[in-house]
């Protein structure tokens, strides 16, 4: 079993920056991909980001250039460096981790205000 807990979401104003940070325990040890996701007002949750155990990142078109994720040493924390941010960008922030299956954080609220 893994628990994964999202930390560092608020308010901020358009234009400015925030860094989200997602603490996994358990079964840490093997734990394989971790990601970020979000879910807007009336929409589907949507990729953010995601990184390999390895390092590799990938992220959505609608995020690149201005989002960074990255994990620590342990590969136990994966953190979201977001700037530039948009009002599109307001949404409850999810990360995850891949052990045989997904596991979800309970989310964090990013609110970007115009």
């Known amino acids: 079993q893994v628990q994964l807990a999202e930390s560092g979401g608020g308010l901020v104003q358009a234009g400015g920056s925030m860094r989200l940070s997602c603490a996994a325990s358990g079964s840490t040890r093997s734990i394989g991909a971790m990601g970020w996701y979000r879910r807007a007002p009336g929409k589907q949750r949507e990729l953010v980001a995601t990184i390999s155990r390895a390092g590799s990142t990938n992220y959505a078109d609608s995020v690149k250039g201005r989002f960074t994720i990255s994990r620590d040493n342990a590969k136990t924390t994966v953190s979201l460096q977001m700037t530039s941010l948009k009002p599109e960008d307001t949404a409850v922030y999810y990360c995850?981790?891949?052990?045989?299956?997904?596991?979800w954080g309970p989310g964090t609220q990013v609110t970007v205000s115009a």
């Open positions: 995850n981790a891949i052990l045989f299956q997904t596991y």
